[in-house]
Every structure is written in C-alpha cells, then in structure tokens.
C-alpha cells in the first residue's frame, strides 16, 4: 500500500481476460448502471449545457427562438454560475462544488488562449491548460469534497480520474478512455457518498455530466484536439461514446420523446440539444464536420434508418460500449487501478489479479498511444497530425 | 509465367461507367473485384520496385476514401488519358468511398495502363486497414463479407514502392531509411507481401522529412523514421538525383516544400476527415531541365512554363517545371448541413436497383451491417 495514486495493470491484449475478471469491470459496470437509473426520462437541466458549444456560428440566431421556457438566453454563454439554473435549489455542497469546479476549468481555458501561427492540431497550450490543472485541482477538489482525515488515499485516486478526464496532455487528443475516467469518477463519488445516491436526481446527474462534456468540448475546440477516431467514418463518433448512452437512457422510458428517426432533422436538433445529451452530441457533429450526415457518421446514420425504439437504440449502444470501448485494448490500457476505488483484483476470488508489465512501457506518458483508437501522434515540429503503426500503439518507440 | 488474360475494354467502360456517373457511385460487385485485382496482379508481377516513369506527370498524395475529391483532382489537373497520373498511396482508409476510390484507381490502372500509375502507401496493407476502416466499410458495403477486402489487400501486395521521374526524381509513399543508399537495394526488395515492421520496405512508407534534424531518428509513429537534410543531399548525391517526392503527411495548405524543394509533401485529401478544413494539391511537374536556362535550380522558371501558371518567385518552394495545384474540398463534401440538403443524409439516387446488367445483385443487397449491436 502505497499512497501513490492508481497504476497502470493491463500492457497488452492478453491483460484484457484479467480486466473482465476484475472488482473494477465489475464496478464501472455498476456505475454506469447507476447513472442509466438515474437519467431515464430525465432532461437536462436548463442553464448547464452551452448551447453555442455545439451550433455553428451563423446559425446560433434560430437555435435561440426555441421553445425552452425558462432558459436565461444570454446566460448560457458565459460562465453561468448563477442562480439562473433550477427552481429548486438544494443540491449539497458536493455537487455544487464540482459544479463550480468546471466553471473554475473553463476560466483556465479563457486564460490559456491557443498558441497562434501555422498549426493545426493539438495546440500547444492545451499542455499549460494541463499543467494548470494538475497544479490546481488537488487543492480544489479537496475544498469541495473536504474529505476525511483518512481518506488523503481516496482523494488522491479520485484525482487521477478526473485529471484523467481531460484527455491527454502528452499526445493532446482525447477519447472515449478519457470519457470512462469522468465515470470512474462520478462513481467514486457515489461510492463514497461524497454524492447521496438515494437523493441524488437525474437532473444532478445530468448536470455533472453535462458541465464536462461542455469543458471537453471546449478543450477539443479551442486547443483542436485530434480528430480522427480510428475508423474515420466508420467509428460511432470521433470522441465520445457515454454521452450516447446517457442521452438514449434519456429517451428510452420517456413518453415525449422524439421519434429515434426524427432525431437528425435540423429541428430536432435545435429543440432537443440543450435538455437531451444524445442530441446535443449530434449537434456537436454538426457543429464540427462537413459534408452528408451518412457519409461522415454512417453508423449513427444507420441507426436513425433501421432502429425504432430508443430502448433499443439504447441497448445497441451498451452492447457497443462492451465491446469498442472496454473491450479494446487501444482504450483501456490507460484506465488504471488503484486500492480502493477501482480493483485489480479478481471479483470472485478477491485475489490481486497478474500484472506483466513490458520492461519498455514504464513511462506511460511517453507513449505514442491511442485512445478512442487512432489518435494520430503528433510530428516534433510542426504538429500536424499523422497515422501511427497499430503494433506502436500504447508502446513506447520501438526498439531497435 | 504467369500468362494474364486481360478484360475487354469495353468491360473496363462499363466498371467506370458504374463508379463514375452514379452519385453516388455503384460499388463493383464483388465478382468483377476480383476479377479486376487478379488481371492487374498479373500485370503488377512484371513492374519494377520502382519504376521510371517520365515527365509530364501529375503526382497525387494521399486520398483516404475521399472518392468526391478525387473526381475533382480529374476536373482540375485534367483525366486519364489526357494527363498522366502517380499516385503515391493511401488510397483508403478514413473516408467514406474508400471501396470506390480503390474501384476505380484499379479499373483506370488497367484502362490505361501507361498513363495511371499506383504506387503502395502505409495504407495498403492488411494490418492498418484493419485498424483504420477499409476492413469495417467492406464488411458495411458487401454484406458482411471480407472477400473483396482480401483480394483488394492482395493486390496491394503486388504495387510497386516507388518511382523515378525522369530519372531524377525520387518518389515514394513516405520517406527514406537508413538501410538503404542505393536505389538498387530498393529494386533488390521481394515486395510481393504484407509491408513488414520494419526494414527498408517499411520506411519507404512510414518515413517523415524533419527540418530539425540533419540525420536519422526514430519516428514517433513507431514506425519509419524522421530523416534530415544530410540524409536526403547523401541519398540524392548517391543516386543521382534532384529530389524527393512524397506524401503521408497532412499540411494545411495542401503541400509543403522542405530543404528548398529538395523534398516536397503533396496531399490530397482536402478537409479531411470532413473537418480538419485544409486545402490539398496535385503536384504538376511539366518537365525536368533544371540546366538549360538560368542554371539555377530553384530560381526563376517562368521562362520556359505556360504563363501565369508559375511566378518567377517560386512562393511554392518547387523546382523549375512543377507546379502545385492546390484545390479544396469539392462541392459533393459541402452540400452540408447548413444548406440541409444531406442533414439526414438522404441521397435520392440510393436505389441502386436499376435494370442494368450489375443491376440484380444490388437488388439483392441487405441493408448495411454495422448495425448488429442495435438489432
């Protein structure tokens, strides 16, 4: 037992059999359940997701003349820390100060402009935003959790998941592997009660999650985090998977929704991008990529063609999930496993599972690696994103 | 000997019919890929490692399923037969109509055999086209099946690792290796298989210039390596050579001259990815007298090109008699969402069912696959 924070235990392919087996599968699976729980037939919110984060500049004009109700039009840009957002205003300190937590992110971002000149992608000054980050949330997250005495050990594992949320600052991209930490996270705080899960609403859950997509996709934006998921056109999305589920949990129980063959038009778009995460995802698409809906993401094209129920569209997306996301090695060779909140341990024998780790991978931050697939590496000079060898990823350089 | 049977022209008018006057275009059946790959294997047995190709040429960069944007490279720099064309690889991948960009580059190799020419980028090989999307779009577009992606990955086996142009320069898919001096130990390789780890065969497709460095260093790709000026001015002093063409990199402008145009990157796939928003190029090389007029290489040569078409300051950094043709994304990839006409993707020419003569099997075609988590 050493207070060093969670570690890195799956190397290779074959350390993926060990993670099925573990306290740690098992427990992301619990929290996701929980999560589902909480936001079916939920909305979020109004006055946490950025509706300007996810429209084209040009079209923001129309996007605010939607039925909303109560939303404070001018507030939702800037950063709406303000009483603006729901009636009733009883959430406890914790989920108000994660809350203010990503306001106090998003000011980083404003005092982090991107380096300007001839570069595309991932933009240098995403790696100050990082180093502001590490320097600033241990002490922030404590002040808003204000753990116990003994739990300095759970503060400091709770810390790794959420810095590692952000995406990585070594190779600036981000992906769904870094989607799974905010879950992590959230399920800690759960775990822990730092959150009171029997209190908790769908709307707070909303709400959390809806904050971070709003910082990361800021992050992607502002820093251009890189693009290409590892199938191009053929993935589900260039950076998120989660935020399909949680958004088709959403739908899936509720009376009002909107028919899953609907959801592509430009006005069911623009109604449901601010209360619904699925299509404020697909807003996001359309904020960032030109071209035909079908040709640049086929796969959530087709399921808006051959699907009609969102229960279903919600169970594909967990089968998905299983599969692309904590099924491959790509990702979740950087979730790592700490004493306490998630284990490398066997779920039935309560054993610590096998680690090999490869004498070349120490340093996992010196890697070329991928998350959400092909993020492309960076060149030394000029930036520019590029292909890496499959049998590199998650490696450091070859030997040679 | 391999005795090839070739495919009647006629044939190969049809195959390009299909792919080029369809929006979309109609993919082959998977019948006729094969037939396709295997005429052109055949014929690819007899090319040289690196062939020598002559000047006036068009070289086009990488691609990456971008089939729209490759029409347009035929609208700007002219089509085969009229304009000669290198390809330097990376044909699928990424995009969309990886299927049909790799369809049609095969048919037009093998309908004009002396004016297209394809050479192998990392891409072509099994195990990045696995990883990259080729694999998922044909399983996607040909009913579960991964035939036409094995046969497709088969040929790649069979194309060429470069060429000389004019003897002078040097083009490849990526970059140079520190195995390899001499062009004879390229012309050496037994290139008839899957691109290796590592070896001379493997950084002539992964390798990247760098300006920073004067020798070799290991690239962060985890494959190829960085090469510095030292390396290119020793390899092109060795062998003869002026300069070295290539692609594999993306520049936001579209191309990008290092070392004074001693080695130039040419990309064409424009908004790649359908966001990045960079322009991409073809690079026209009209000829190769470098000696002829004012001596110097990459000074003044609007003497002796069309007018107009290059400036007497050289702002693309080429040599004399070369020209990139910068060139955006073509109008199929704009009809966007905000103008709504493919805000749900809705193509109305997708009924493929017409009553010609590929007609029946796409009448037979399911719907695509890639849905089974969801049914």
């Known amino acids: 037992m050493s207070a060093t924070g969670p570690t890195k235990k799956i190397f290779d392919q074959s350390d993926l059999a060990s993670f099925r087996r573990s306290l740690a599968y098992t427990g992301l699976h619990q929290v996701l359940g929980k999560v589902i729980e909480k936001v079916r037939s939920q909305d979020v919110p109004s006055g946490y997701l950025d509706a300007t984060l996810v429209t084209r500049d040009g079209v923001r004009a129309i996007t605010r003349t939607k039925l909303e109700g109560p939303i404070k039009e001018d507030v939702v840009a800037d950063s709406p820390v303000d009483s603006g957002r729901t009636p009733e205003d009883n959430h406890g300190p914790v989920f108000d100060g994660v809350i203010a937590l990503f306001d106090k992110l998003q000011g980083l971002i404003d005092e982090t402009p991107p380096l300007k000149g001839p570069r595309r992608f991932g933009n240098m000054a995403c790696r100050e935003w990082h180093e502001k980050v590490k320097a600033n949330i241990g002490p922030w997250l404590q002040q808003v959790l204000n753990p116990a005495d003994n739990q300095s050990e759970l503060l400091l594992e709770l810390k790794y998941y959420l810095e590692n949320s952000f995406g990585s600052q070594v190779r600036l991209d981000y992906g769904t592997g870094h989607e799974l930490s905010y879950l992590a996270f959230i399920g800690g705080l759960i775990d822990f009660k730092f959150l009171d899960y029997e209190t908790l609403t769908g709307a707070q859950v909303l709400a959390l999650f809806s904050k971070y997509y709003d910082l990361v996709r800021r992050l992607i934006l502002d820093y251009n985090l890189e693009p290409a998921g590892s199938h191009g056109v053929w993935g589900l999305d260039d950076h998120f998977h989660l935020i399909y589920i949680l958004g088709a949990a959403q739908f899936s129980t509720s009376n009002i929704s909107p028919p899953v063959s609907q959801v592509l038009t430009g006005q069911m778009v623009n109604t449901y991008k601010s209360t619904n995460l699925y299509v404020n995802a697909i807003a996001f698409i359309f904020k960032i990529k030109l071209g035909p809906f079908n040709e640049h993401s086929p796969i959530l094209y087709d399921i808006h063609t051959a699907v009609h129920l969102w229960s279903k569209v919600l169970q594909g997306l967990l089968k998905m999930y299983e599969v692309e996301v904590l099924g491959k090695f790509p990702v979740v060779q950087h979730f790592w496993f700490g004493e306490i909140l998630y284990l490398w341990k066997d779920r039935q024998t309560g054993r610590e599972l096998p680690v090999n780790p490869r004498s070349d991978d120490k340093e996992d931050s010196e890697e070329v690696g991928f998350i959400n697939g092909t993020r492309g590496v960076n060149t030394t000079r000029s930036n520019i994103s590029m292909t890496a060898a499959p049998w590199a990823m998650g490696r450091s350089q070859p030997k040679r | ?375």
């Not at chain 2, 290139?191 to 020798?215: N, Q, Y």
Request: hydrophobic share 35%; net charge negative.
């Open chain 2, 1 to 375: 000997m391999t005795v090839s049977f070739s495919i009647p022209t006629s044939d190969l008018d049809y195959c390009l019919e299909q792919l080029l006057d369809h929006k979309p275009p109609k993919i082959l059946p998977p019948e006729t890929v094969q037939q396709l790959c295997h005429t052109l294997k055949t014929q690819l047995l007899g090319v040289p490692n690196i062939m020598h190709l002559q000047s006036p040429i068009s070289v086009v960069g990488d691609i990456h399923g971008q089939y729209h944007d490759l029409l347009e490279i035929f609208q700007i720099g002219g089509s085969p037969p009229t304009t000669n064309y290198l390809f330097l690889g990376d044909y699928v991948d990424r995009g969309y109509y990886s299927v049909e960009t790799i369809s049609l580059l095969i048919t037009l190799k093998l309908r004009y055999p002396d004016r297209v020419f394809l050479i192998r980028g990392n891409h072509e090989s099994r195990t990045i086209t696995t990883n990259y999307g080729f694999y998922s779009e044909i399983l996607n577009k040909y009913n579960g099946s991964a035939d036409v992606w094995s046969w497709i990955t088969d040929l790649f086996d069979y194309l060429p690792l470069g060429a000389t142009i004019d003897g002078k320069i040097f083009a490849a898919h990526g970059g140079l290796s520190p195995s390899c001096q001499q062009l004879d130990q390229i012309r050496a390789i037994d290139r008839f298989k899957e691109i290796p780890h590592d070896g001379i065969m493997a950084d002539l497709v992964w390798s990247d210039p760098d300006t920073e460095i004067m020798d070799f260093k290991l690239s962060p790709r985890g494959a190829g390596y960085l090469f510095g000026l030292d390396v290119i001015n020793k390899f092109c002093h060795d062998n003869d050579l002026v300069q070295m063409i290539r692609a594999h990199q993306l520049c936001n402008e579209g191309f990008t001259s290092y070392w004074n145009g001693k080695c130039l990157t040419v990309w064409s796939a424009p908004n790649y990815c359908y966001r990045c928003g960079n322009k991409a190029s073809i690079l026209e090389i009209l000829h190769s007298n470098y000696d002829s007029k004012n001596g110097s290489k990459t000074s003044d040569n609007s003497f002796d090109d069309p007018p107009g078409k290059l400036r007497s300051s050289n702002p693309q950094g080429v040599l004399p008699g070369q020209y990139f043709n910068i060139f955006e994304a073509s109008p199929e990839n704009d009809e966007d969402t905000i103008s709504g006409k493919s805000v749900n993707g809705i193509n109305t020419d997708i009924n493929y069912a017409g009553s010609d003569f590929f007609g029946s099997y796409f009448q037979e075609r399911p719907k695509r696959q890639h849905i089974e988590y969801f049914l």
